[in-house]
């Protein structure tokens, strides 16, 4: 194993160790820099996940004090995980790209009346070819010769009836899971426990990807169950260490550079604690938007109880889309557009969740038709508003001590709109197969899609990054995670911040190798 | 209406409670070999039956997720207090006590004290007393763990037959 000692002055810190954390990492220690990857959460093995929900929630969520305001959840706002291997850990494995026209959203759209909507400082064109590598990398179905996944129940139900909606964009998802074996691991066999942790591999995740092939490099070393408290800064204005909590104890490692990759509530607190004379309201936030314009994409999910039986909980979750609904067609009352998936929910989380607040017989009489229950999820383009933001509390407390984050956010009318819209077209896929009963489900279940809070852009008074993720302010300082986004695009995030990194590390490669780092 | 009869109250005992509470259990439950439980208990399954009443599970059923909430609060410094008073509440119809009512009646009560932060408290911890036990799993058509099984791959995650060109859908 790897060991570096704090003191080494040459050291890359990497801090989180998910999607971005991870594969930034394992590309820098393949380029042979010097890597330390700072990780909150504890390492498991595969032997420590388990085909239980509960069980998993417990294992993988970040817990951690949080509140909010305006509409999330007060005590449990965003749905992230804290665990090596991050948010990958828990996520569903679907990879869509951007669509050029969401990277243009601002020259697409026009002006939307209270957001603050920009074109990506990245063309499509630039970011193609990243994509391209990042789904080799990730093994994604449907491209690059990886087989699509085989089509499971719930997709059948959800193809079946959008065809007779009259969409045509239809197939089993372009997927980081793989269908065959790839990369030594296992084809997907259909556990059902997507968002548990996947127990044989077959998700992507850095906690069994990029990790352990980063160790291989012998440059990097992964220190789980640290956690990152701020970041010191030289008298010329460059970051050079990272101070961070473990076993009860406070180290700081000194570093070359740092790129933060905590996921977008972490990484706004950590940028926002780091305090000093040149940065009086957080690190690099000379423009103050750090924490500004957070976005999150609405989840809505409509369920049928279908006429026969489906058990939409025995196959890949999200191995299931209708892509028809993704462009932006303005006639429908709604700048972008959003995707439609499979999902399927345990019979606990549709007790909670499926009527919010509910009980008595309008819910227990669907619950008694579990089996027949057929479930899609709609995960739509949320515009960015200054409002909508992550700051810290004036005086509560974590039980490390650290100012607790809170997370402001309200829909903005474009997205109540494409909601309406979104469920209207959801109700009718699964009526036009005869359903008994279609129920809406709320956009109650916590964000997991976070962006926005560091953006990336040309104008250092109007963007937190350059379009490398170097921040404005300070030169060896990187945002790896989905704050980067200027936009949230209609669908899932995780390809686009693997595709970013993997261009990221390029840059910060390039940087070093010219002694600009 | 039923909330300013609270005079009749006291006049339905503690003892009567238990009478009814065993009574109820065992005209229910035929096979009643389970222990006849206490009132709380008794009272508390009741209260569950209103808030996820499913016809196949049984009243032993109920009692039992009832019991292990009883007995989860009373690990909570005050919480069996919080509970008991609420079911004060729910006793509080001039007609009889709540575990004794009819299913309407009971509803009807748990709808007037649905604000009560006990009645929060369930809502929020018996789904997953309920739901996450194998008993109604079985019921539902879930199964639970798939790994130990090898997942669905070869045990029809793809069966569907029902629907209209089900064959020709890849």
Not at chain 1, 38 to 47: N, Q
Not at chain 1, 212 to 238: C, D, N, V
Not at chain 1, 309 to 323: C, E, I, P, S
Not at chain 2, 42 to 58: G, I, K, V, Y
Request: some cysteine; proline content about 6%.
């Amino acid at each position: 194993m790897t060991r570096f000692s704090l003191e080494d002055e040459s050291v890359f810190v990497v801090i989180g160790s998910g999607a971005a954390g991870g594969t930034l990492s394992n590309e820098l220690a393949r380029k042979g820099h010097k890597v330390v990857c700072l990780e909150a959460g504890p390492r498991l093995t595969l032997s420590d996940i388990v085909n239980d929900e509960a069980v998993m929630f417990d294992k993988l969520t970040w817990l951690d004090k949080r509140m909010a305001t305006g509409k999330p959840n007060p005590q449990f706002p965003v749905w992230g995980c804290k665990t090596v291997g991050g948010t990958t850990m828990h996520w569903t494995g679907a990879c869509p790209r951007l669509e050029p026209t969401e990277m243009r959203a601002r020259s697409t759209y026009g002006e939307l009346r209270d957001t603050t909507l920009v074109d990506w400082p990245i063309t499509p064109e630039e970011l193609a070819p990243w994509y391209d590598k990042a789904e080799i990398r990730m093994g994604v179905t449907g491209k690059h010769g990886m087989p699509f996944l085989p089509a499971g129940n719930n997709f059948k139900v959800l193809a079946a009836g959008a065809r007779k909606c009259g969409y045509i964009d239809i197939d089993t998802h372009n997927m980081a899971i793989n269908s065959i074996s790839r990369d030594g691991r296992p084809p997907c066999q259909q556990l059902g426990f997507c968002t548990s942790g996947c127990a044989i591999s077959a998700k992507w995740s850095t906690l069994y990807t990029e990790i352990p092939q980063a160790e291989k490099t012998g440059h990097f070393e992964l220190r789980p169950e640290s956690m990152a408290t701020s970041i010191s800064l030289s008298e010329a204005g460059r970051v050079n260490g990272v101070t961070y909590l473990s076993g009860g104890k406070t180290h700081t490692q000194k570093a070359t550079g740092v790129a933060v990759a905590g996921n977008v509530v972490e990484t706004t607190r950590l940028l926002l604690n780091t305090r000093s004379a040149r940065f009086p309201h957080g690190l690099a936030n000379n423009s103050g938007l750090v924490g500004r314009n957070y976005m999150r994409h609405f989840t809505i999910q409509v369920i049928g109880v279908m006429p026969g039986k489906v058990h939409f909980n025995r196959q890949t979750h999200l191995a299931g889309v209708v892509r028809d609904e993704r462009p932006h067609r303005p006639e429908r009352g709604f700048v972008g557009g959003f995707l439609i998936s499979t999902v399927p929910f345990s019979p606990e989380i549709l007790a909670k969740h499926l009527l919010p607040g509910g009980w008595g017989r309008d819910l227990t009489s669907v619950l008694d038709k579990y089996d027949q229950l057929a479930g899609l999820l709609m995960t739509g383009e949320d515009p960015p508003q200054l409002s909508n933001a992550i700051t810290l509390h004036d005086t509560e407390r974590d039980a490390n001590g650290l100012p607790v984050p809170v997370v402001h956010y309200e829909d903005h009318p474009n997205t109540m709109a494409m909601k309406t819209y979104a469920w209207k077209q959801g109700r009718k896929i699964y009526e036009a197969l005869g359903a008994e009963q279609v129920i809406e489900m709320g956009d109650d279940i916590p964000a997991t899609h976070n962006m926005g809070t560091a953006r990336m852009g040309h104008d250092p008074k109007a963007s937190v990054c350059n379009p490398f993720g170097q921040t404005h302010d300070v030169d060896n300082l990187f945002i790896s995670d989905g704050s980067l986004f200027p936009t949230s695009g209609g669908c899932n995030p995780t390809l686009t911040i693997v595709a970013l990194v993997l261009r990221q590390a390029e840059h910060i490669n390039g940087r070093i190798h010219t002694g600009r780092l | 209406m039923i909330e300013s009869h609270m005079t009749r109250r006291s006049a339905v005992g503690r003892l009567t409670w238990a009478a009814l509470a065993a009574m109820t259990a065992s005209v229910r439950a035929p096979a009643a070999s389970a222990p006849v439980p206490d009132v709380r208990t008794a009272s508390t399954a009741a209260l569950f039956r209103s808030l996820f009443p499913h016809d196949r599970l049984s009243q032993v059923f109920y009692t039992r997720i009832a019991a292990a909430y009883v007995a989860e609060l009373g690990r909570t410094p005050g919480a069996l207090e919080q509970l008991d008073q609420g079911l004060g509440k729910l006793d509080a119809s001039h007609i009889a006590p709540f575990l004794a009512l009819p299913a309407v009646i009971q509803k009807s009560l748990v709808e007037q004290n649905i604000h009560l932060s006990f009645l929060a408290a369930a809502l929020m911890r018996a789904p997953e007393l309920l739901y996450r036990d194998p008993e109604v799993w079985a019921m539902i058509g879930y199964q639970g763990s798939s790994i130990e099984y090898g997942g669905y791959k070869n045990r029809g995650f793809d069966d569907i037959d029902w629907l209209p060109q089900a064959g020709a859908i890849t």
